[in-house]
């Protein structure tokens, strides 16, 4: 279905429109989420309109990290005491047993992911425990064909650690590396030599993890164009599966750590956009596919193969192939997608942990979709995760007539073709290469949420 995404540039284009928006990990998004809808209400929502047949994806968020990296914008809870863990690990257990009371229905669980914070801050033995108590309440794969992936600190994780998580039935790491260069990890306090990402990796490889993806931070502290290409090259050379490019987006005001950052050091806004075009440049010359959205692939990986026929996905972890699983998500701050259904759990510990002692789930807000959310989460997501749409499919799928039903979207995206970013047929909508970098700015034209023609608050920049 798709082509090879390919990206042309347009500087012009892009400083057009490179507003704030939303990423699209949801629709509507998490901005929409009430508390004013009670737990029950979305509890029993999320039973009632479930597939109770289609396969499950599962979410766990260990929050914990030993330490700071000053740019993060995660739940997380910093501590070099590894007591902490335990407490909270049995607050979780007593949610993962109502979550598989609840939603388990001997679902089938096609995926997995740890997230974090920094999952492997628990030992060995706890991460034992945990998957144990996810295998009692929910039915786990044991033949090695799920998406079952963690996060990793190299720094934090040692070679028997990775031997576990092979062992209890992970077969996908994500590495976090950021960037290579000594100064620029000194200046985000995340000092974590070459050698050490190189070993984790040779290790994993030796277990036979099927899939490794390594994140990376453009827009850093220190950072230039000849050192971040420097980066790339030493990455390129480690050859991961998957590769994760985000754009750092410095918000001290939100975010406590990132006041350790000098703005004085972070690279120019002309100079963020040069490491963008090369990073990119570079990533498909090395022969990887762009998948979107600051992501790559290999051609051979799932999320490339998934994207060429047509069946990838999105959701709050981010490109995925599993469009037909609920996700249950657990843990403070996670956000679940259950049937018709987004919910988010307590974002505090303290609430979280409070929550669960006493009735056994820790919901904060959520958010039940009607018709018309329904039908432009399709849209968007078509677009998002390849680039073109249907209209007809989507016609059929939702009784609706496109052109009526869209006249004040597609009379929007007129101007959007009028400067390239996308090509309007009588059936589709094509996001041209120029268009793929703004890609969030092209769904917010159907998001219904978004007050039209002024840049929206709280959301990060586009690139």
């Not at 996670?334 to 006493?358: K, L, M, P, R, W």
Request: hydrophobic residues 35%; glycine residues 4%.
């Amino acid at each position: 279905m798709s082509h090879n995404a390919t990206i042309s540039w347009d500087l012009d284009l892009i400083k057009r429109y490179d507003l704030s928006g939303p990423r699209y990990t949801s629709y509507p998004t998490a901005i929409q989420f009430d508390s004013e809808l009670t737990e029950p209400q979305l509890i029993e929502s999320s039973q009632t309109t479930a597939d109770k047949t289609a396969p499950l994806s599962l979410y766990v968020h260990i929050p914990f990290c030993a330490h700071v990296c000053y740019y993060c914008a995660c739940n997380k809870v910093i501590t070099r005491n590894r007591k902490k863990a335990q407490p909270y690990l049995d607050t979780l257990f007593k949610e993962i047993e109502q979550a598989g009371t609840l939603y388990s229905n001997k679902r089938q669980v096609n995926q997995l992911h740890w997230g974090g914070g920094t999952p492997t801050f628990i030992s060995d033995d706890q991460m034992v425990e945990l998957m144990n108590k996810l295998r009692e309440n929910f039915s786990l794969r044991d033949d090695d064909k799920g998406d079952y992936s963690i996060e990793i600190d190299p720094r934090e994780a040692s070679m028997e650690t990775l031997e576990t998580l092979r062992r209890i039935g992970f077969n996908r790491i994500s590495l976090g590396v950021q960037d290579v260069h000594p100064e620029v990890q000194e200046a985000v306090n995340r000092v974590q030599s070459t050698e050490e990402t190189q070993a984790i990796l040779d290790k994993a490889r030796e277990l036979g993890f099927k899939s490794i993806n390594m994140d990376l931070i453009y827009g850093l502290p220190l950072q230039s164009l000849k050192r971040f290409s420097e980066t790339l090259d030493t990455v390129i050379e480690m050859s991961p599966d998957r590769l994760s490019v985000f754009n750092y987006a410095h918000m001290p005001d939100r975010f406590r750590s990132q006041k350790h950052i000098n703005a004085e050091d972070l690279p120019s806004p002309e100079e963020k956009l040069a490491i963008l075009e090369m990073t990119i440049n570079k990533l498909l010359d090395a022969g990887y596919v762009y998948i979107g959205m600051d992501h790559f692939a290999k051609p051979d990986d799932e999320l490339a193969v998934a994207q060429q026929t047509g069946h990838l996905h999105r959701n709050f972890q981010g490109y995925t192939t599993h469009s037909d699983c609920d996700l249950v998500a657990m843990g403070v701050s996670a956000i679940s997608q259950i049937g018709d259904v987004y919910y988010q759990n307590q974002h505090d510990i303290a609430a979280y942990s409070q929550a669960v002692e006493e009735r056994s789930t820790a919901i904060k807000r959520g958010v039940t979709l009607n018709d018309d959310d329904k039908l432009r989460r399709a849209v968007i997501t078509q677009l998002i995760c390849h680039f073109e749409l249907d209209i007809s499919t989507i016609e059929q799928q939702f009784n609706i007539a496109f052109k009526s039903y869209f006249e004040e979207e597609l009379a929007e995206l007129a101007s959007f073709a009028t400067d390239g970013l996308v090509a309007l047929e009588d059936n589709a909508i094509t996001v041209t290469p120029a268009g793929r970098l703004l890609i969030r700015r092209i769904c917010m034209t159907f998001d219904a949420y978004i007050p039209k023609q002024q840049p929206t608050k709280g959301f990060s920049r586009i690139i």
